[in-house]
C-alpha cells in the first residue's frame, strides 16, 4: 500500500540553524501539507501547497519557513533559523482528488524535530 | 470559538466494551467532512473514518462507527469491543468548504486507555 514517507525520523538542531525536513508523498497525490504538533499538544496547519505554490497558509508559517518541490516526488519544509518554539513533531501529508472536501489526508510518520 | 472540540481530555474502557469519543464542531459552511485520526504512542497519525456533511448515512468502518448528529453539530466516535491495542490519543477534524488544498483543522484529542 503506498504511503507518505518523511526523513528524518529526528533532527536534533541548535537554535538558529537551518533545518529541512523532507517527505515523500504518494506518487499520484496532487495536494500536500505540513502540519506541526507541539509535544502533548493538537495537530496545527501550517500549509498546504498545490501545482507548485502554496495554496493556504496559517499564522505560524511566516517567514522563516518555506516550502518546496524541488523534484517530481519530494517536498520538502525548511525553517531558515530555528527557535526553542520550533521543537515539534512535523507531519507530512497528500491528498489526491479534485475534491478535497470528501477526500482523506494521508498523514507521513512524521519528523520529531528537537532544538536545543 | 473553537472549530473542533473534544470535551474528554482522558477516557478509561474495558477491554471489550464499547466507548464513545465525543467531538462537536463549528462552521457555518455548508459543504464539509469530520475526520477521526488515531494516533498510538509511536506518534505517527492513522485515519479511521470519514464523515462527509452532505452523507445522509453514519459511517462505518470495522469497529469504528460515527455518530453524525448535524444539527446538534456534533460527530462523535464509537468504538465497539474494545481491544489493548486502541490505546492512544484520537483527533477529530474537520475540513471546510470546497476550495483546493483545504486544510484540516483538528480538536485537542482525547486519550483512551484500554483495560483489561
Known amino acids: 500500500e503506498p504511503e507518505v514517507t518523511q526523513t528524518p525520523s529526528h533532527q536534533v538542531t541548535q537554535m538558529g540553524q537551518e533545518v529541512i525536513l523532507r517527505c515523500v508523498p504518494i506518487s499520484n497525490h496532487l495536494y500536500f501539507y505540513w502540519y506541526r504538533q507541539i509535544l502533548g499538544q493538537k495537530v496545527e496547519f501550517l500549509v498546504s501547497?498545490?501545482?507548485?505554490?502554496?495554496?493556504?497558509k496559517s499564522e505560524i508559517f511566516d517567514d522563516q519557513f518555506s516550502v518546496e518541490r524541488p523534484d517530481g516526488s519530494n517536498f520538502t519544509l525548511k525553517i531558515r533559523s530555528t527557535k526553542l518554539e520550533d521543537s515539534a513533531m512535523y507531519f507530512c501529508?497528500?491528498?489526491?482528488?479534485?475534491?478535497?472536501?470528501?477526500?482523506?489526508?494521508?498523514f507521513g510518520p512524521g519528523t520529531r524535530l528537537t532544538v536545543l | 470559538a473553537q472549530k473542533i472540540t473534544q470535551t474528554q481530555p482522558g477516557m478509561f474502557v474495558q477491554e471489550k466494551e464499547a466507548v464513545t469519543l465525543d467531538c462537536t464542531y463549528d462552521t457555518s459552511d455548508p459543504s464539509y467532512g469530520l475526520f477521526w485520526y488515531k494516533q498510538p504512542s509511536s506518534g505517527e497519525m492513522i485515519f479511521l473514518i470519514y464523515q462527509g456533511s452532505y452523507d445522509q448515512q453514519n459511517a462505518t468502518e470495522g469497529r469504528y462507527s460515527l455518530n453524525f448528529q448535524k444539527a446538534r453539530k456534533s460527530a462523535n466516535l464509537v468504538i465497539s469491543a474494545s481491544q489493548l491495542g486502541d490505546s492512544a490519543m484520537y483527533f477529530c477534524?474537520?475540513?471546510?468548504?470546497?476550495?483546493?488544498?483545504?486544510?484540516?483543522?483538528f480538536g485537542t484529542g482525547t486519550r483512551l486507555q484500554v483495560t483489561l
Open positions: 477534524a474537520m475540513r471546510e468548504g470546497s476550495g483546493t488544498a483545504s486544510k484540516l483543522t
Open positions: 501529508a497528500s491528498s489526491e482528488l479534485e475534491s478535497p472536501v470528501t477526500n482523506e489526508q494521508f
Open positions: 501547497f498545490y501545482n507548485n505554490e502554496i495554496s493556504e
